[in-house]
C-alpha cells in the first residue's frame, strides 16, 4: 500500500486534479490553434489527425502567455497550487504580478500548466478506455468481434494472453506520468509564483511592525495596570492593618484606591487604543511625566510609604515622546521598589536634565536579595526596552546597601538612522 501512494494518495490525486484543470484551461487555445491548423494544412477534420492534433496544441499553447498578463491570474494560479498542489502560502505570492519579472514568471508558469495539464488530460481521457479493452479481451468474445479497430497482432494467442498485463502497465503508467508531472508543477510553483525578494522584505517588515506594536502592547499594560495593582494591593494592607485604630488613613486610603483604579482604567483604555488602531477622541490620553508625576507621587504614598521626589527639570518642555516614555519608567521603578522593600522604607525619585539628556533615578534600601517570581522581570526588561527605543540606557542593581535604577534619555530622541546605545540592564 505504500509503495502505491506516490502514484494514487491523497496528495497525487488532488496534483491530478490540477493537472487535469489545466488541460481543460488549454482547451479553448487548442481550438484557436485548430482554427489557424486547418486552413494551412488545407484539412477539414484536423481532429480526425493525431499530428493535426499536436499541431494544433503547439500553435495554440503560446496564446496563453496573453491570459497570463491578466492582474488576477496569479493569484488564483497561486491558490490552486496551495489546495491541490500541497505547496505552502508562505511560499507563493497572493498579488498580482507587476513588475516585468513577475509577469514573466507567471506566463511561464501559465504556460507550463497548461501545457502539462494538456498532455495529462488528453492521456486521462484515451488510455483508460483502451486499458479496460485490454484487460477485457481475453475474457469477453464480444470484444474480439467487435469492430473497435484493435491492432491484428491481437489475434495471436500470445498478444491475447497479455493484453490485460499491457492494459494494466498502461494505466500504471497513466498514474506515474500523472504523479511525475504534478511533482514538477509543485517543484517549480515556489520559483515562478513565489514572492520576490521586495515581496519577503516587505511581509518581514509588516511581521516586525506588528511584533513592535504587540511589545510595545505588553509594556503599557505590564507598567499600567501592574503598577496599580501593586499600589491598590498596598493600600488595601495597609488600611486592613489600622481598620479600628485609624479610620481617617482608611478613609485616605480607600480614596486613593478608587483614583488609582479610576485612572488605571482610563489607560487601559489608552493601551486598548493600540489594538484598535485608532485615536478616537474618546481614547484617554496616555498619561505623560509633566501632566500626571504629582498624581503618580500622591496615589503611592497612599498606604503610608515613605516616597520622596526630587524634580530638577521643567517637564513642560520635554517632548511628548520623552514625557511619556519618562512617566512609565518611574511609575515602574516606584511599582519594583514597593515590592521588594518594606513599609518603612524610603524610596526617593530623581529626575534631572543635563547635557541634552534626562535622567531618571530610583533607589531605594537594599533589604535583602530580590525574589525570584515565575516570569518575573518583565518591568526592567521593559524599562530597557524604552531606553533603547529612545536611543539611551538604563542600569538596575545594587550600590553599596542600595538598590538603584538610572536611566538616561536623550531629550531630542534617538538620532535619525542611528543605533541605539547598548543597554546593560
Given at each position: ?238 488600611a486592613r492593618r489600622v481598620l479600628d485604630s485609624d479610620p481617617e488613613f482608611v478613609r485616605e486610603a480607600l ?120 516570569g518575573g522581570g518583565h518591568g526592567l526588561r521593559g524599562v530597557a526596552d524604552r531606553a533603547r527605543l529612545l ?35
Open positions: 500500500m505504500r509503495a502505491a501512494r506516490p502514484l494514487f494518495g491523497r496528495r497525487a490525486r488532488l496534483r491530478w486534479v490540477h493537472l487535469i484543470l489545466g488541460g481543460a484551461l488549454a482547451t479553448p487555445y487548442v481550438l484557436v490553434g485548430s482554427v489557424i491548423i486547418g486552413p494551412v494544412t488545407g484539412s477539414a477534420d484536423v481532429f480526425g489527425s493525431f499530428p493535426l492534433q499536436l499541431a494544433s496544441f503547439a500553435v495554440g499553447l503560446p496564446l496563453a502567455v496573453l491570459t497570463s498578463l491578466f492582474p488576477l491570474t496569479r493569484p488564483l494560479e497561486a491558490a490552486a497550487v496551495r489546495w491541490l498542489c500541497g505547496v505552502g502560502p508562505d511560499r507563493l505570492a497572493a498579488a498580482p504580478a507587476r513588475s516585468r519579472g513577475e509577469k514573466g514568471r507567471t506566463a511561464a508558469w501559465f504556460t507550463l500548466h497548461l501545457g502539462l495539464g494538456g498532455i495529462i488530460a488528453g492521456m486521462t481521457l484515451a488510455l483508460p478506455p483502451f486499458a479496460v479493452v485490454l484487460i477485457l479481451l481475453p475474457a469477453v468474445s464480444a470484444v474480439r468481434g467487435s469492430r473497435l479497430g484493435l491492432p491484428e497482432v491481437l489475434d495471436h494467442t500470445w498478444a491475447l494472453a497479455l493484453a490485460p498485463v499491457a492494459g494494466a502497465l498502461s494505466l500504471a503508467a497513466l498514474a506515474g506520468c500523472a504523479a511525475g508531472c504534478g511533482a514538477l508543477l509543485a517543484r517549480w510553483a515556489p520559483r515562478l509564483l513565489g514572492p520576490t525578494a521586495q515581496d519577503r522584505l516587505a511581509a518581514a517588515e509588516a511581521r516586525a511592525a506588528d511584533l513592535a506594536v504587540r511589545n510595545r502592547l505588553a509594556r503599557e499594560l505590564h507598567d499600567s495596570v501592574g503598577h496599580a495593582l501593586s499600589a491598590v494591593t498596598l493600600q488595601a494592607g495597609a480614596a486613593a484606591i478608587e483614583d488609582t483604579t479610576r485612572r488605571t482604567v482610563g489607560e487601559l483604555d489608552a493601551v486598548l487604543g493600540v489594538l484598535r488602531e485608532a485615536d478616537s477622541p474618546g481614547t484617554a490620553p496616555a498619561p505623560t511625566l509633566a501632566a500626571d508625576l504629582d498624581g503618580l507621587l500622591r496615589r503611592t504614598r497612599a498606604d503610608g510609604r515613605r516616597v520622596s521626589a526630587t524634580v530638577a527639570a521643567d517637564p513642560g518642555k520635554l517632548p511628548p515622546l520623552v514625557s511619556r516614555e519618562a512617566y512609565r519608567i518611574v511609575q515602574e521603578g516606584l511599582s519594583n521598589a514597593l515590592k521588594h522593600t518594606g513599609e518603612r522604607a524610603a524610596v526617593h525619585v530623581r529626575v534631572t536634565a543635563a547635557g541634552g539628556d534626562l535622567e531618571i533615578t530610583v533607589e531605594n534600601p537594599l533589604t535583602g536579595p530580590r525574589p525570584s517570581r515565575p536611543g539611551g540606557t538604563a542600569t538596575a542593581g545594587p550600590v553599596g546597601a542600595t538598590w538603584r535604577l538610572h536611566v538616561r534619555l536623550p531629550i531630542e530622541g534617538p538620532a535619525p538612522g542611528g543605533p541605539a546605545r547598548k543597554d546593560p540592564v
